[in-house]
């Protein structure tokens, strides 16, 4: 029932339906919030105004809104006109639905396109002859329109809407681009409280404590609100979601969550809430853009998860990265600019009135903390117009993002403290950007957007290439390899000068974290060669699983590289190549299929085969998967032998609608930094559509 203010209790307006299931249907908003209504701006939204007996007379009374955010407020009568400008927070009643006295009356409320983000009050004053009444009508969430052309966040195709608005469920890419590694994740934006958590953000903000009304004034503005949210993921004080934890070793998160442990946004997003928006530990570049990209998703923004392999850092905008080896082919730990085998960040769509309409349309935006820029890790929105122009003197931090994919990689030879040996690679930063393809799990190639593919390609240099002028060294792996295989490498070497040449060769492969450089040496071998005029000589080498296996990162990375030095004239060819092992599967199988019915138990067998060659000690099988199973379900095996099977039953009652995930997870006490995980995606229907399926799937298969 509608508040009347005190000194006029008990006057004229009994109760407002908000009309909340119709105004969600309208605005594309249902699920996104269980106790407000939640709507898109410059969108009408209807309200049901019932008075008392008396009823209300157009002739006798006049209705005038109030719409306030925080401290600010703004009022606006209600007409009587059908046709009404978009201009300003407007309110009509269309004639033909009000009698000349009712006691129901439909209004119709829009705000205007450029209206600010957040939770708003809305007031209803009755004014008459004998004065005015206010009533609060209730409180309701504005956010962003991507279907309106005149929002900035408009985005012309609805598979785009529905991939970049409304999806809550994603996909992510890591890994080496040779062999690319998928995580999926939630990204819970339809989870109970999420909107509002997301909606706290920008409460809590530095910003908002510095200077309410400017915040909620700048809050029209998507360039604003995100350059806030990019922010406020980021540990920049205590109020901030995540906190970093860069460690290659998943067992020093300490008290937190291991970053690689995360399966969705909406469990960070309510721990922050929960606990009086401390931030959560612990994360890094895909917790940061995944959570970055649910609350963007949730505030109407469109917002895509992307995958930079192979991405420049901490080159200060010089677009050079330097990476130093001894002449035995270890890489040394000595630079502070690296390239990382991949990073995430986010893309943002909206205009860009600040640089011109030539660099609308996607923006990048870095959520994980690099360099503080104006005091705060912010990076972004960065037009990825502007990267592919190469125009790098825009706003916001373009000298940096280009560089992150366009930087030159410099590989120095070192031996007793002096140089022998420089090469420029000028493909390998940058070399493969993904993003998830609408409407499906598979990758698509951004690459294209960030930069001219056919001139990267035709820069000299390449990963695993070295040549001069009566030299060429190359070095090939011949496939992708699971953990416990031998990895075969071939050196080949090609003399192309005129007499016998004699070389030393040192091949050297390290373990290595994915944003670090190399650790410690795995395998080495050294030895002699002859190679006459114009052979081509092909070193074939092993690593025997043994030698590797024990020492491998959580990324299960390996630097390998291979040093030809000529005895003559002390010439040093360098040929490197980084690649990521496979993992061995965890099998998880839904009995009856993976289309479950909601509210009713269903049960899942979970096995893992020791493919090692070694036995595993005090194996631990975690299974888990939020509207799924409450809490975790854990099973343990002491001694798992070579070839021996462990199995685990799980049982699960889905609790929410659509597409959910079981998750499942490995360790092993000898193996600490070996975690195998395996993600499992059933479809949770009601009892009458699950069966309309299996009548239409029956139908098909007779037909």
């Known amino acids: 029932m509608p508040r009347p203010t005190p000194q006029t209790a008990g006057v004229g307006l009994k109760h407002v339906n908000l009309e909340v299931k119709e105004n969600h249907m309208a605005h594309r908003t249902v699920g996104l919030s269980s106790t407000h209504l939640v709507t898109r701006r410059g969108q009408p939204f209807k309200l049901l105004l019932h008075f008392h007996e008396t009823g209300f007379s157009r002739h006798h009374e006049t209705l005038v809104f109030q719409a306030l955010l925080g401290d600010l407020a703004v009022e606006f009568p209600v007409t009587f006109l059908e046709k009404v400008t978009n201009v300003g927070w407007r309110a009509w009643i269309y004639p033909h639905e009000v009698l000349p006295r009712c006691v129901s009356v439909p209004v119709q409320v829009c705000s205007p396109v450029c209206a600010p983000v957040g939770l708003h009050e809305l007031k209803l004053i009755v004014q008459n002859s004998l004065g005015q009444r206010c009533y609060s009508v209730g409180r309701f969430i504005l956010l962003c329109n991507p279907w309106l052309k005149d929002d900035p966040v408009y985005l012309p195709d609805e598979e785009q809407r529905e991939e970049y608005v409304r999806n809550d469920a994603g996909v992510l890419y890591l890994g080496t681009p040779h062999n690319i590694r998928t995580r999926h994740w939630a990204f819970g934006q339809y989870e109970s409280e999420v909107l509002e958590v997301c909606l706290n953000l920008l ?20 360039i604003y609100i995100s350059r806030v949210i990019c922010a406020m993921i980021n540990c920049i004080d205590e109020r901030s979601v995540l906190k970093g934890s860069w460690s290659g070793d998943p067992q020093a998160s300490g008290n937190g969550v291991d970053p690689a442990d995360w ?17 959560v530990c612990y994360g890094q570049c895909w917790v940061f853009a995944s959570v970055m990209c649910t609350v963007m998703r949730a505030l109407g923004i469109p917002c895509r998860v992307v995958t930079i392999f192979n991405s420049a850092h901490n080159t200060k905008g010089n677009l050079i990265v330097e990476e130093y080896y001894t ?15 991949f990073h995430m960040w986010v893309e943002c769509w909206m205009t860009r009135p600040d640089l011109g309409s030539e660099f609308d349309g996607w923006q990048v935006l870095d959520p994980t903390p690099q360099e503080r820029r104006a005091g705060m890790f912010c990076c972004g929105p960065c037009s990825v117009k502007a990267i592919r122009m190469q125009n790098v003197n825009l706003l916001y931090d373009t000298p940096f993002i280009f560089a992150s994919v366009n930087a030159d990689v410099v590989t120095v030879v070192m031996r007793d403290g002096r140089v022998v040996s420089r090469r420029v690679d000028r493909k390998r930063v940058g070399s493969h950007i993904y993003t998830k393809h609408i409407g499906s799990y598979r990758p698509q190639s951004l690459t294209c957007n960030y930069k001219c593919v056919l001139d990267n390609l035709s820069r000299c240099g390449e990963p695993g290439y070295d ?3 009566s030299l060429q060294v190359s070095l090939r792996l011949d496939r992708v390899y699971v953990i416990g295989e031998d990895v075969a490498l071939t050196v080949t070497v090609r003399n192309t000068g005129h007499s016998l040449r004699m070389f030393r060769e040192h091949v050297n492969a390290q373990a290595k974290v994915y944003n670090r450089g190399a650790q410690q040496t795995l395998w080495e071998t050294h030895n002699q060669l002859h190679v006459w005029p114009g052979e081509v000589l092909l070193i074939e080498h092993v690593i025997p699983h043994s030698q590797y296996e024990s020492r491998l990162t959580s990324d299960c990375l390996v630097n ?9 004239t002390q010439e ?3 040929v490197s190549e980084e690649f990521n092992f496979s993992v061995p599967n965890i099998s998880i199988q839904v009995t009856g299929g993976d289309t479950v019915v909601l ?4 049960s899942a067998e979970v096995s893992f085969t020791n493919v ?13 998967g939020t509207s799924l199973i409450q809490g975790k379900h854990q099973s343990r095996l002491y001694l798992l032998q070579p070839g021996q099977v462990m199995k685990t039953k799980v049982t699960f009652i889905p609790v929410v609608l659509g597409v959910q995930a079981l998750h499942a997870k490995l360790t092993f006490r000898n193996r600490p930094a070996l975690v195998i995980r395996e993600t499992h995606k059933v479809s949770v229907n009601t009892a009458a559509s699950t069966e309309d399926n299996k009548v239409q799937h029956f139908r098909e298969k007779c037909c």
Do not use: C
């Not at 399966?263 to 931030?279: D, E, N, P, Q, V």
């Not at 002449?327 to 085998?341: A, E, F």
């Not at 509210?599 to 269903?602: A, G, T, V, Y």
């Open 467 to 469: 040549m001069s002028r």
């Open 599 to 602: 509210h009713k138990e269903h």
């Open 560 to 568: 390998v590289a291979a040093v030809v030095e000529d005895e003559r």
């Open 612 to 624: 090692f060659s070694t036995t595993m000690t005090d194996t631990v099988l975690t299974v888990e």
């Open 263 to 279: 399966t969705g946004s909406a469990k960070i997003l309510k721990l922050w809430a929960a606990t009086r928006f401390r931030s």
């Open 327 to 341: 002449d035995s082919g270890k890489k040394l730990d000595v630079s502070q600019n690296t390239v990382w085998n």
């Open 203 to 222: 409460q809590v903000s530095p910003q908002h404590m510095r200077d309410r009304r400017r915040d909620y004034l700048r809050r029209s503005d998507p």
């Open 572 to 574: 040093h060819m360098l």
